[in-house]
């Protein structure tokens, strides 16, 4: 199993361009996430999806869209990026089976916008 | 919602010598309690993870402790090794109230462990 896989890795974007963070699993998980990680801050959550289909904000939707029209993939847009939304993004998944659920990251996409 | 603080941010130990960093959480219906290593570089892993129904659990040189009344839990590594240095994320979450099993995390302490 490859796991947890994003693309691209790093990316520099200019003020107002969109694009999308590309996120894959192979683990038939249900439960997808992306978070943010800002220089020495923690981990805050974008959205998240409880299975194809549905899909719901976390703190920190302004900026951002998902999508989840099958189990594997999870893509994150920005739309019209800002310096603000500079920060290394995380996609993450983890299963169902019982409330106490470990969360596999991917290695993270490092996204600067300039 | 849940709210988690995390010190100290920054942790600098001898190899060898012991390591504790801390976290409290602001709400009361919180009943899991995992913590997460992350290398340099590398993909937050989980490394152990604590439930309200018990106060301490360990793993060969990790430990976390649980106080519910104080609302607070912590991270215990003995023994230090270089190994050990790594950005540490304790996160809380209640899992029956929580339809995504929703984290929310600290802010990371950054474990030095000086050779």
């Known amino acids: 199993n490859a796991g947890v896989t994003q693309t691209p890795k790093f990316r520099i974007l200019k003020i107002g361009q969109s694009m999308t963070l590309q996120c894959a699993q192979d683990m038939n998980h249900n439960y997808m996430y992306w978070y943010r990680q800002d220089p020495g801050m923690g981990l805050k959550l974008i959205y998240y999806?409880?299975?194809?289909?549905?899909?719901d904000k976390g703190e920190v939707p302004n900026g951002y869209n998902v999508s989840r029209s099958t189990t594997e993939d999870f893509p994150l847009r920005l739309e019209l990026a800002a310096p603000s939304q500079t920060s290394v993004y995380f996609c993450a998944s983890s299963h169902d089976r019982g409330p106490y659920r470990e969360l596999f990251f991917g290695e993270g996409s490092r996204l600067t916008v300039l | 919602g849940e709210n988690v603080e995390q010190h100290p941010s920054t942790l600098s130990v001898q190899e060898g010598d012991s390591a504790v960093i801390k976290c409290t959480y602001s709400d009361s219906a919180s009943n899991y309690f995992p913590w997460y290593k992350q290398e340099l570089g590398k993909r937050p892993q989980l490394i152990i993870d604590i439930r309200s129904n018990v106060g301490e659990k360990k793993d060969q040189r990790i430990a976390v402790t649980l106080n519910k009344t104080a609302k607070h839990f912590s991270l215990h590594i003995t023994e230090t090794q270089p190994e050990d240095s790594a950005v540490y994320f304790c996160?809380?979450?209640?899992?029956?109230?929580?339809?995504?099993?929703?984290?929310?995390f600290g802010g990371g302490t950054r474990l030095m462990v000086k050779p």
């Open positions: 999806s409880v299975g194809a289909g549905i899909t």
């Open positions: 996160a809380a979450t209640s899992v029956y109230n929580n339809a995504g099993n929703m984290l929310t």
